[in-house]
C-alpha cells in the first residue's frame, strides 16, 4: 500500500506557472505507474498526465504540451510542472497511483492523495 501527499498548489496568473508534488510513502513509487487528475465542483474527476513504471509518459489533450510530468523514484517524489495556465486549469489537483482505465480514459485509481487546490486567475 502507499500513501500519497500533494504540496504546491496555489493561486497563480493565466500565463503563469506553478509545480506540484506528491511524495509518496509506504512503497516505492518506483513500481507504480503514476497520474495525476484534477476536478473541479460538480464534475468528475478527470485525467491529466500520467508516467509510467515503464518511463512512458500520456497527456490528456488539454494539457498536452503546457504540462509536464516527471518523477525522482530515488526521492519517492512525482511532480506535475505546469506552464502556460489557464482560467480553465482551476481545479483540486490529485496524484494517484496505479491509474485504471475506464474505457474512454484513465478515471479512477488505486490510490489517491488529498488533492491541492489550484487556481488561475484571468
Known amino acids: 500500500q502507499v500513501q500519497l501527499v500533494e504540496s504546491g498548489g496555489g493561486l497563480v496568473q493565466a500565463g503563469g506557472s506553478l509545480g506540484l508534488s506528491c511524495a509518496a510513502s509506504g512503497r516505492t513509487v518506483s513500481t507504480y505507474d503514476m497520474g495525476w487528475f484534477r476536478q473541479v465542483p460538480g464534475k468528475e474527476r478527470e485525467f491529466v498526465a500520467a508516467?509510467?513504471?515503464?518511463?512512458?509518459?500520456y497527456y490528456a489533450d488539454s494539457v498536452k504540451g503546457r504540462f509536464t510530468i516527471s518523477r525522482d523514484n530515488a526521492k519517492n517524489l512525482v511532480y506535475l510542472l505546469m506552464n502556460n495556465l489557464k482560467p480553465e486549469d482551476t481545479a483540486v489537483y490529485y496524484c494517484?497511483?496505479?491509474?485504471?482505465?475506464?474505457?474512454?480514459?484513465?478515471?479512477?485509481?488505486?490510490?489517491w492523495g488529498q488533492g491541492t487546490q489550484v487556481t488561475v486567475s484571468s
Open positions: 508516467s509510467w513504471s515503464n518511463g512512458n509518459t
Open positions: 494517484a497511483a496505479s491509474p485504471i482505465w475506464c474505457g474512454s480514459s484513465w478515471c479512477k485509481a488505486d490510490y
